[in-house]
């Protein structure tokens, strides 16, 4: 079988040539087109020396051209290299050569940043250039226009046999250092987080046309809100597509924009990251009017979903299922919760582990499935390989445990009575007051729950006798003039006292990655350049 990206979504064509696969604005595919449109695309990359394992970058926002382009690569059994379209030259320059990009696709509205990035790329040989509108020059570089290639090549899906061991990279992070490519087989991902197994069950999809036969019965209009340089919008993407669904993007993340594309598109199923993403659209439903009674369920990936906003989506939306997953580019899917009416919010996140995670000590060893205990999280089976062109990084992400290998990305959690796992976030970022642990998600959660607050960050700051102590950057709601009294009075009732931030900021917006991620850097940056608004 070839469990491999691009046979899955070539069975999905062939399964339902005419159903309508992208949507973007005003503008709409069917799978047919887009299988083309990519094939094209392929053969020109081909002519230009583009092979199998070849590194194809993709630098551009949400579209129909972004899928094209990825598949495009995979079709040849080259990879597509996620870049994050806020990058600035450093950090352009430093993907595009770890990455060993050979070849680009880029937005116009890019070209500047191409032009000055490339006299350092010497790899990179070949640039096509999406049109936006935008004007930019591209013809100094020696970019071509990309319908002007699709035009001038061949149509037809006549390329070699493909293998389940064929490569996919995800670039990630960058808000703490610079980017790291976690690289895995196609097979591993796709069992991961592309709908190769069944999440509540455990049980393996039997074969690589399961999903386009289950496609011809109907399928779900699915809309993921992340930017597709983010690993949860393409696997939001590709796991539709594998399955004969419709997937409909909104460029850049305008709340209203995406309630629009729902109402008018009739989305079933819409992808988010967490509160960053959350919030600003529960708010924007209220406001605007939508109609939303074709959305079936809301699923929140890869940040914190606090209680209060998932409360707010269960009061303005009370037939929709509501669900957050936990995982991580390293990891794939580890675990999920339903959202409930009332459910618990003195902690973070309260998932169901996958059968394949379990917690780890800081040892390496396996930690004993009892209420309280804390650990980090590992998960073994189809796991990636490690990260490109890094093997002392690789090197601390995976620990053997009687033989089995599992990928430990970092993130703490701790069992529950009832067989749950409660998620308190990355370690990398645990604030260590006067010996106690502090994990930024949980106090954040609380922090959001109050009326006042709209966004926040925790963080620790140095403190001659705790160590470290608590403090948070806090972005008030829009016309509020926040009560810090009030704030921290309900704060403690959510959790303990040395949890509760002892210095806050005021900012007029929280720095996040275009994902959603909380950016920890940031926050601090910008503690030590403002006076706080309030200290204890």
């Known amino acids: 079988m070839a469990l491999n990206i691009a046979d899955l979504l070539e069975h999905a064509v062939d399964a339902v040539p005419d159903r309508i696969a992208v949507v ?183 074969d690589e046309w399961t999903l ?107 037939n929709v299922v509501i669900t957050d997953a936990i995982g991580s580019s390293e990891s794939g899917f580890t675990g999920i919760g339903m959202v409930s009416k009332d459910a618990d919010h003195t902690a973070g996140p309260r998932v169901t582990f996958g059968q394949d995670a379990i917690l780890i000590d800081e040892n390496g060893a396996e930690i004993a499935k009892e209420p309280g205990a804390v650990g980090l999280i590992g998960r073994r089976g189809h796991v ?23 990928v430990v990305p970092g993130d703490y959690a701790r069992y529950e009575e009832d067989g749950t796992v409660t998620l308190l976030g990355r370690g990398s970022q645990c604030v260590n007051t006067a010996g106690e642990k502090v994990y930024p998600e949980e106090v954040e959660g609380a922090l959001k729950s109050h009326p006042d607050v709209f966004d926040a960050l925790v963080i620790g700051v140095p403190d001659d006798r705790l160590g470290q102590r608590v403090a948070a950057v806090v972005q008030a709601r829009n016309g509020e003039s926040p009560d810090f009294e009030a704030i921290e009075a309900h704060v403690r009732n959510e959790v303990a006292g040395y949890k509760v931030p002892r210095t806050i900021w005021l900012a007029d917006e929280i720095g996040r990655s275009p994902s959603g991620k909380p950016d920890y850097r940031w926050a601090s940056d910008y503690a030590a350049a403002h006076a706080p608004a309030v200290e204890r």
């Open 24 to 206: 973007c604005g005003d503008r709409g595919v069917t799978f047919a087109e887009l299988d083309e449109r990519a094939n094209r695309l392929a053969h020109h990359l081909a002519a230009q020396g583009v092979r199998a394992g070849s590194h194809v970058g993709v630098y551009s926002r949400n579209s129909i051209e972004t899928l094209e382009a990825m598949f495009a690569a995979y079709k040849l059994r080259a990879i597509a290299v996620n870049v994050n379209y806020r990058y600035v030259h450093g950090e352009l320059k430093y993907l595009f050569t770890n990455a060993d990009l050979v070849a680009l696709v880029h937005e116009r509205e890019y070209s500047d940043k191409v032009a000055a990035v490339l006299p350092d790329c010497p790899k990179l040989k070949h640039v096509l250039v999406v049109e936006d509108g935008s004007g930019q020059d591209f013809a100094s570089y020696g970019g071509v226009a990309y319908e002007t290639a699709l035009a001038e090549s061949s149509p037809a899906r006549d390329f070699d046999e493909r293998s389940a061991d064929d490569l996919y990279i995800l670039y990630t992070g960058g808000t703490t250092g610079y980017p790291k490519g976690v690289l895995w087989r196609h097979e591993d991902i796709w069992r991961a987080l592309g709908g190769g197994i069944n999440f509540i069950t455990g049980e393996y999809v039997p």
């Open 384 to 406: 990636p390989l490690g990260y490109y062109n890094d093997p002392a990084k690789t090197k601390t992400i995976f620990v053997e445990i009687g033989g089995v290998r599992y």
């Open 212 to 318: 386009a036969e289950q496609g011809k019965q109907g399928s779900l209009v699915r809309l993921p809100a992340a930017p597709m340089i983010h690993g949860a919008a393409q696997w939001a993407a590709f796991g539709a597509l594998f399955t004969g669904s419709p997937v409909v993007f909104v460029p850049r993340f305008d709340a209203h924009e995406i309630w629009k594309a729902v109402q008018d598109n009739k989305v079933q199923v819409l992808t988010i990251v967490g509160d960053a993403m959350a919030r600003p659209l529960i708010e924007a439903y209220r406001e605007g009017g939508y109609d939303a009674s074709s959305l079936a369920a809301v699923s929140s990936h890869a940040a914190l979903f606090s209680h209060s906003v998932k409360q707010q989506f269960l009061t303005e939306l009370p």
